[in-house]
């Protein structure tokens, strides 16, 4: 039970980060222009894809891998994050803020999901 809860979970997270996402992108683009929307949509797609790494590295915890190696590769992922993130902005001179706005996607999926947890528990699926 324990693990289909999560996994439902977890896809509704994703579903209603793909939402915000979407929903983000045009209010971008129509309150701010083309650059900041393209800002979104890239800090969008990196916490995308910092989401589904955090998603492995769950799953992973109590397997033979080396504890060491996941600390590497935390503190690795943010500093390659960075480094995008820098060069988005740099590069395409796009509003640090309409970048950061898209790396809190994921963040007000897991709000959203709290929220729905909050009026529907997981028991009742």
């Not at 579903?15 to 949509?41: C, E, K």
């Not at 992922?77 to 790396?103: D, E, M, N, T």
Request: net charge positive; with cysteine.
């Amino acid at each position: 039970m324990t693990t289909d809860w999560y996994a439902h979970a977890i896809g509704r997270m994703e579903r209603t980060a793909y939402v915000i996402a979407g929903i983000g992108l045009l209010v971008m683009l129509i309150n701010a222009g083309w650059r900041s929307a393209l800002g979104f949509l890239c800090g969008a797609v990196i916490a995308h894809f910092n989401f589904g790494l955090w998603k492995r590295i769950t799953s992973s915890i109590g397997s033979d891998a080396p504890s060491d190696t996941k600390a590497v590769v935390l503190g690795l992922r943010y500093l390659l994050i960075a480094g995008a993130v820098f060069v988005i902005i740099k590069v395409l001179g796009v509003s640090v803020l309409a970048v950061v706005a898209g790396l809190l996607v994921p963040v007000a999926a897991v709000l959203v999901e709290l929220a729905r947890q909050l009026v529907r528990p997981h028991n009742e699926i």
